[in-house]
């Protein structure tokens, strides 16, 4: 039997979108902790605006912060998920999931270029201290890219843990997630369903979440 895939909206930005997404009962909602990105949550919100959202997949993403703000921001925000989108060691997140609330889970985010090169043995490394993993394209930018890897690396690999999926993800490519082997639990979509960095086509996400392939996958 063929299980929906969950779905997650990054880089929100606007309070407004972001109660219409929850009225379309998207499952996870992202909001980006990294000051050098154009969708920095920061920008528009404050930390008390995003405690009061009502929601139970309140996403916080960081790249490379110090511990103590991480957090910091995820006590202050109220947030469900810690995402680690940056170059943290596995003793960084042993730490981390120490002064943070167990019930708050941490997303690995890891980044794949044109090979899996040593991915595979940080992949085996890290996956008994994380809750899930999150595959990208590899950017200096640390995500956003809008561009795709691809995906039948992910098929060299054992993932012992649900992951998402991300980078690029759109309506003319979601039918290639059938090549794989071991499906994604849910899908993270971002710079491809906006209007400008942050501001989303909420209409484009709409017809996306309702496309019968993301129920057969």
Known sequence: MNQQLQIKVCGLTLPDQILELISMNIDFIGFIF????????????SLDDISKI????????????DIENVVDITQKAELNFIQLHGDESDEYIKVLKQ????????????????????????????????????????????????????????????INVPYLLSGGISEQNIKGIKI??????????????????????????????????????
């Open 54 to 65: 009502i929601h139970k997949g309140k996403v916080g993403v960081f790249v490379n912060e």
């Open 34 to 45: 990294y000051k050098k990105s154009p969708r920095y949550a920061l920008n528009r919100l």
């Open 99 to 158: 002064k943070t609330d167990p019930e708050v889970k941490i997303i690995k985010a890891l980044r794949i270029g044109e090979t899996m090169g040593h991915l595979s043995s940080e992949i085996d490394r890290i996956q008994s201290v994380i809750d899930y993993l999150l595959f990208d394209t590899d950017s200096q930018s640390f995500g956003g890219t809008g561009k795709q890897f691809d995906w039948s690396l992910l098929n060299d690999i054992k």
């Open 180 to 217: 794989l082997d071991q499906k994604p639990f849910a899908l993270d979509i971002n710079s491809k369903f906006e209007t400008g960095p942050g501001i989303k086509d909420v209409e484009k996400i709409k017809v996306f979440k309702s496309n019968p392939l993301i129920s057969s996958l």
